[in-house]
């Protein structure tokens, strides 16, 4: 187990999730190495970092004092060898994940804390594709993860007491609330908020209501910023891609992405990434 002062993360990704979960740890001042093998991602990941570093800084969710952590990009798996944890953050697809997870299981020192940001995926699923199932946890950092500050945990059957207490320790550096969980398709959080966002878009197919008046709605009820915002702030291309894997682990039809969605996100209407979901954006991020 590694003391927060020699916290070197590896972040395996540069899409939204991953871009924001570096973000979150160059603000803690940890150093990070973000692996992207998409050339234009990975040259585009520290203007990214740096641009929504100033937005964090500037709602309060992170110190402005505080001095940056270095952050470094690469194209190999290789070059996480030395990190005392790593974050996979690449599309929520079993199979791309379980073939980079086990790519980095195979370089980085036995102990060394794997955390997959899934959030629909079993942690038990993904543990079979790795050399050592007891060092695998599963971290869903909600976006963005420097202004929310709870993480979800998610415990597989495999996940053994030291990366359970590692994936702690790191969660306390970077300032944020560990929630532990048991293992299973969508755990709690999207267990939850997927079906809803799901219903709440087939509201609006079928006409019975507006976009804004779901939002509307269900921020009476104390949802921060309504469903579909969330989902616009999730990513619906995400979100079609955990509602199928969702569909496909339980075989729950309300699971079954909407028809709206789907075609959105055909259109390229990802949301706030893009521009352009639910609501339209100035600037896509």
Known sequence: MTDQA????????????GVAIATLAVGHGMPVVVVETDEARREGAPGRVAMQLRMAQLLGGLDRERPSGVLTTSASTADVAGATA???????????KAKVLA??????????????NTSSIPVDELADAVARPEDLVGTHFMNPPYLIPTVEVVRGPR???????SAGLLLEGLGRQAVVVGDGPGFVSSRILHRMINDAVRIVDEGRASVE???????????RIGPLRTADLI???NLVDSLRALHARTGDETFRPSELLVRMVREGRHGRKTGRGFYDYLEAF
């Open 6 to 17: 020699e916290q070197r993360l590896a972040v395996l990704g540069a899409g939204v999730m």
């Open 159 to 165: 996940t053994g007491e030291a990366a359970l207490r």
């Open 103 to 116: 790519e980095v299981s195979a370089v980085v020192a036995p102990g060394t804390l794997l955390a997959t």
């Open 235 to 237: 990513g619906l291309d």
């Open 213 to 223: 008046a779901v939002d509307a709605l269900m921020q009476g009820c104390g949802h």
């Open 86 to 96: 790593v974050v996979e953050a690449i599309t929520e697809l079993a199979e791309p």
